[in-house]
C-alpha cells in the first residue's frame, strides 16, 4: 500500500491506531442522490457503467470530490461477479438484480464456474486507474457475501423474506453448502483481484443475512464468511464486514474474522462494541433517513453516533445503511466537514 494510504485516517481507524479525526465516508456515496451521477448515467445502463473503466473512474470519484469523505467505494455491484462468470442476470432500474434462471437445483449450480481475475479486465484496469487518481485517499473494494448472493441466485430478484432461499437451506442442506462453497470461491477470488490491482480495504457485504437467526448463521453461513477472511489474511489490506438488521449477528459477524464490523443504526455503537467484543473497530451507524430532518437534528444524531463511536477501538463514521437516493448532497457535504471539525484532535 502506498505509504501516505497506510498512514490515512481511515486506514488507522480500521487498524485501531489512533486518529487526527474520525474517517468517514457513506455506503452508497456515488448514485443516484448526486445530479453528476444521474447525468453521466442518463444513456448508461447499470451493467454497462460497471464494465466500462472511464465511467467506473469518473462515478467513484464524484463524492471524493463533492463530500472530502476519507476513503472511496469502487463503483459496481455485487452482481458484477457473477455476471462476469456467464450467470444470465440484469440489473433493472428501480428493481435490483434480476437472475434470467434462479437457481433451486443442483443442475443450477453448473451456472457458477470459479471466476479468473480475466473474466472482469475492467475491474483490475479500473481500480489500477483509481489508485493512482485518489494518490493518499483510501479506496475499499467490496463483493456480495455467499448469503446475500445466494439470495439473489435463488429468488432471481430482491427479496422481502427470502423463502425460497430459507427453503433450500432448511430442506437441501447438502445443495445449501455446495452452492455456498462456490460463491466462497468466487467471491475470495474477486475481492483479491481489487486487492491486487491497488484496493486498499475491503468491504463484505452481507446485506440480508439478518434474516437467518443465530443458530442457523453459525451452521449455514459462519463456515463460508470465515474462510473468506481467512483466505484474505495475507493481504495488508483491513477487511470490513457489514450487514442489515444484524443485531443478533455482531458476535458471529465479528467471529467470522474482519478488523472491522459495520453496524446498522438499529444498535447504538456502545451496545455494539460490547456485542462485537475486543480487538475490532465499528464502523456506522447514523440511520440513513436521518438525513432528510433539519440540520440541527442531523447535527445531533451524528454527535450521539461519536460518543457511541467513543467505546469502539476503532471508529468509522458511516450510515447505517445506503445514503437514500432523495437526500440532498449538501447535507452529506456539511456532515463530513462536522465530523471532521468536531473530532479534530
Ligand atoms: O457507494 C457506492 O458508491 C455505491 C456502489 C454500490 C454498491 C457498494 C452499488 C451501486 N451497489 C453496491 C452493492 C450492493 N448491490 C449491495 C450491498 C450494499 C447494500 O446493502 O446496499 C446490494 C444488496 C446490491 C443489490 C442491488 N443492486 C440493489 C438492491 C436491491 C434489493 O434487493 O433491494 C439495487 C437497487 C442495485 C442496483 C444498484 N447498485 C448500485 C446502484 C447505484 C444501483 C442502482 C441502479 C441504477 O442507478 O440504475
Given at each position: 500500500m502506498?505509504?501516505e494510504?497506510?498512514?490515512?485516517?481511515?486506514?488507522?481507524?480500521c487498524?485501531?491506531?489512533?486518529?487526527p479525526?474520525?474517517p468517514?465516508?457513506?455506503m452508497?456515496?456515488?448514485?443516484?442522490?448526486l445530479?453528476e451521477y444521474?447525468?453521466?448515467?442518463?444513456?448508461?445502463?447499470?451493467?454497462t457503467?460497471?464494465a466500462?473503466?472511464?465511467?467506473?473512474v469518473?462515478i467513484?470519484m464524484?463524492?471524493?470530490r463533492r463530500?472530502?469523505?476519507?476513503?472511496?467505494?469502487?463503483?459496481?455491484?455485487?452482481?458484477?461477479?457473477?455476471k462476469?462468470?456467464g450467470?444470465d442476470?440484469?440489473?433493472?432500474?428501480?428493481v435490483?438484480?434480476?437472475?434470467?434462471?434462479?437457481i433451486?437445483?443442483?443442475?443450477g449450480?453448473?451456472?457458477?464456474?470459479?471466476?479468473?481475475?480475466g473474466?472482469?479486465p475492467?475491474v483490475?484496469?479500473?481500480?489500477?486507474?483509481?489508485?493512482?487518481?485518489?494518490?493518499?485517499?483510501?479506496l475499499?473494494?467490496f463483493?456480495?457475501?455467499?448469503?446475500?448472493?445466494?439470495?439473489?441466485?435463488?429468488e432471481?430478484?430482491?427479496s422481502?423474506n427470502?423463502?425460497?432461499?430459507?427453503?433450500?437451506?432448511y430442506?437441501e442442506p447438502e445443495?445449501?453448502?455446495?452452492?455456498?462453497?462456490r460463491?466462497?470461491?468466487i467471491?475470495?477470488?474477486?475481492?483479491r483481484?481489487?486487492a491486487d490491482?491497488?484496493?486498499?480495504?475491503l468491504?463484505?457485504?452481507?446485506?440480508?443475512?439478518?434474516?437467518v437467526a443465530?443458530?442457523?448463521?453459525?451452521e449455514?453461513?459462519?463456515p463460508?464468511t470465515?474462510?473468506?477472511?481467512?483466505?484474505l489474511?495475507?493481504?495488508?489490506?483491513?477487511?470490513i464486514h457489514f450487514?442489515?438488521?444484524?443485531g443478533?449477528?455482531l458476535?458471529l459477524?465479528?467471529?467470522?474474522?474482519?478488523?472491522v464490523?459495520?453496524?446498522?443504526?438499529?444498535?447504538p455503537l456502545?451496545e455494539?462494541?460490547g456485542?462485537?467484543g475486543?480487538g475490532k473497530?465499528l464502523?456506522?451507524n447514523l440511520?440513513?433517513?436521518v438525513?432528510l430532518?433539519?440540520w440541527?437534528?442531523i447535527?445531533r444524531r451524528?454527535?450521539?453516533?461519536l460518543?457511541?463511536g467513543?467505546?469502539?477501538?476503532?471508529?468509522?463514521?458511516?450510515?447505517?445503511h445506503?445514503?437514500?437516493?432523495?437526500?440532498?448532497p449538501?447535507?452529506?457535504?456539511?456532515?463530513?466537514e462536522?465530523?471532521?471539525?468536531?473530532?479534530?484532535?
Amino acid at each position: 500500500m502506498n505509504p501516505e494510504t497506510d498512514e490515512s485516517a481511515f486506514i488507522r481507524a480500521c487498524r485501531r491506531l489512533p486518529v487526527p479525526h474520525t474517517p468517514v465516508w457513506y455506503m452508497r456515496q456515488a448514485g443516484r442522490s448526486l445530479p453528476e451521477y444521474r447525468a453521466v448515467r442518463a444513456d448508461v445502463p447499470m451493467l454497462t457503467a460497471c464494465a466500462t473503466p472511464d465511467l467506473i473512474v469518473e462515478i467513484t470519484m464524484q463524492p471524493v470530490r463533492r463530500y472530502g469523505v476519507d476513503a472511496a467505494i469502487f463503483f459496481s455491484d455485487i452482481v458484477v461477479p457473477l455476471k462476469a462468470i456467464g450467470v444470465d442476470l440484469d440489473i433493472k432500474p428501480g428493481v435490483g438484480p434480476v437472475i434470467a434462471a434462479p437457481i433451486r437445483d443442483r443442475d443450477g449450480l453448473a451456472a457458477l464456474r470459479p471466476l479468473e481475475p480475466g473474466d472482469v479486465p475492467y475491474v483490475t484496469e479500473a481500480v489500477q486507474a483509481l489508485a493512482k487518481e485518489l494518490g493518499p485517499i483510501p479506496l475499499i473494494g467490496f463483493a456480495g457475501a455467499p448469503f446475500t448472493l445466494a439470495s439473489y441466485l435463488i429468488e432471481g430478484g430482491p427479496s422481502k423474506n427470502h423463502d425460497h432461499t430459507k427453503a433450500m437451506m432448511y430442506g437441501e442442506p447438502e445443495l445449501w453448502h455446495a452452492l455456498m462453497e462456490r460463491l466462497t470461491e468466487i467471491t475470495v477470488a474477486y475481492l483479491r483481484v481489487q486487492a491486487d490491482a491497488g484496493a486498499s480495504a475491503l468491504q463484505l457485504f452481507d446485506s440480508w443475512v439478518g434474516a437467518v437467526a443465530p443458530g442457523d448463521y453459525r451452521e449455514f453461513v459462519l463456515p463460508y464468511t470465515s474462510r473468506i477472511f481467512a483466505s484474505l489474511a495475507d493481504l495488508d489490506v483491513p477487511r470490513i464486514h457489514f450487514g442489515v438488521g444484524t443485531g443478533e449477528l455482531l458476535g458471529l459477524l465479528a467471529e467470522a474474522g474482519p478488523d472491522v464490523v459495520g453496524v446498522d443504526w438499529r444498535v447504538p455503537l456502545q451496545e455494539a462494541a460490547g456485542r462485537v467484543g475486543p480487538g475490532k473497530a465499528l464502523q456506522g451507524n447514523l440511520d440513513p433517513a436521518v438525513l432528510l430532518a433539519p440540520w440541527e437534528v442531523i447535527e445531533r444524531r451524528a454527535r450521539d453516533v461519536l460518543a457511541g463511536g467513543r467505546a469502539a477501538e476503532g471508529h468509522v463514521f458511516n450510515l447505517g445503511h445506503g445514503v437514500l437516493p432523495n437526500t440532498d448532497p449538501d447535507r452529506l457535504a456539511r456532515l463530513t466537514e462536522f465530523v471532521h471539525e468536531s473530532t479534530a484532535r
